[in-house]
């Protein structure tokens, strides 16, 4: 009796790893069609070995999951995690729509901006920031109109994901492809604000996208410690900031937040360019400004000012934390420039 219970528990499992397989296959093939991506870019997305997850893919014996086989199990797990969250939401705004037609188009739009919600709010960040970034393919190819915002909207996920804590244990390869993304993104953003109608958002997004891209590179670069890559997030950073003329696209808070992780990290340029922003703080003349620097959030930048910019950091008013949060107040059409 006691035998043929451990058997039928084995095969129980053995079904339930059979039909976890099957679903798994589907998936992965499902997210390589809506993609447009090659075996070899969902190894690269999944962080496995490309040769196995082919054999994984065919049906290839050895390469089925088995409790015995913890690298194939590996792959099962990875796909279950990164490939069938597609299936959260409906595929109707897969390819763009034949006619293009306004209802068509705002309706693909909406449906992209409600999947980046559910993508960056239901995981954790570093898982996040892999299918978020995916999510950028859609935004190169949406359609007309709508494509500088479907590019902010992805840039606008993507910055508030990078300053995670828990990002600083991505992988050097996941980072490396974010970088990649938000160039694409903010090429697309910049050539696509010509195509929105309102003249306001149509001058308004280039400058979001420059200021969401620098922020992005200038916290992949401090997690990869390149100086180039930094020097170049913190020109955009830094442009994005003299150009804005409301903090609600939060380009001034995210430029103070990535200069405390530099600073933060004892990194040799923190306190130059502290001053230098302290200089802009200090020309603008506006209260929001200086009440920004005295959160919570932002410790080391405040140790820093406290000592080179005493006169920027004010006493915090009773509603000194809401200039942070303000960030998130806006839905994804204003964000993006709709």
Not at 6 to 26: F, G, P, T
Not at 228 to 253: I, K, P
């Amino acid at each position: 009796m006691k035998t043929g219970g451990v058997r039928a528990r084995r095969e129980k499992d053995e079904e339930e790893l059979r039909v976890r397989y099957e679903h798994a296959i589907d998936s992965a093939n499902q997210w390589m069609d809506r993609q447009y991506a090659t075996k070899t870019r969902l190894a690269d997305f999944l962080d496995v070995n490309r040769s196995c997850l082919t054999r994984f893919l065919n049906g290839t014996p050895g390469y089925q999951p088995a409790r015995t086989r913890p690298s194939i199990l590996r792959i099962l797990e990875r796909i279950e995690a990164r490939c069938s969250v597609y299936d959260l939401v409906e595929h109707h705004d897969v390819e763009a729509p034949a006619g293009e037609t306004f209802d068509d188009a705002y309706t693909w739009f909406h449906s992209h901006a409600l999947r980046l919600r559910q993508l960056s709010e239901r995981f954790e960040p570093v898982t996040a920031l892999g299918l978020v970034a995916e999510l950028s393919v859609q935004a190169l190819h949406g359609p007309r109109g709508y494509r500088a915002a479907m590019a902010n909207n992805v840039l606008h996920r993507l910055s508030g994901l990078i300053e995670r804590d828990e990002v600083a244990c991505a992988t050097p390869k996941l980072l490396r492809m974010t970088v990649a993304r938000v160039r694409s993104l903010e090429d697309v953003a910049m050539r696509g604000a010509s195509e929105i109608e309102r003249e306001d958002l149509r001058a308004a997004a280039p400058n979001r996208a420059k200021g969401w891209t620098g922020h992005v590179l200038g916290f992949c670069a401090v997690h990869l410690e390149d100086e180039r890559l930094l020097a170049e997030g913190l020109q955009r950073l830094q442009e994005a900031v003299s150009a804005e003329h409301t903090l609600e696209d939060g380009h001034w808070a995210n430029l103070l937040g990535l200069v405390d992780a530099m600073a933060r990290r004892d990194h040799a340029g923190a306190e130059e360019i502290a001053d230098e922003i302290a200089d802009l703080g200090r020309a603008a003349h506006d209260e929001k400004l200086r009440y920004t620097i005295t959160t919570a959030s932002l410790p080391s930048l405040v140790r820093l000012w406290r000592t080179r910019a005493p006169d920027l950091v004010a006493p915090v008013p009773e509603d000194g934390h809401a200039l942070r949060r303000e960030r998130s107040f806006h839905n994804e059409e204003d964000a993006a420039g709709v």
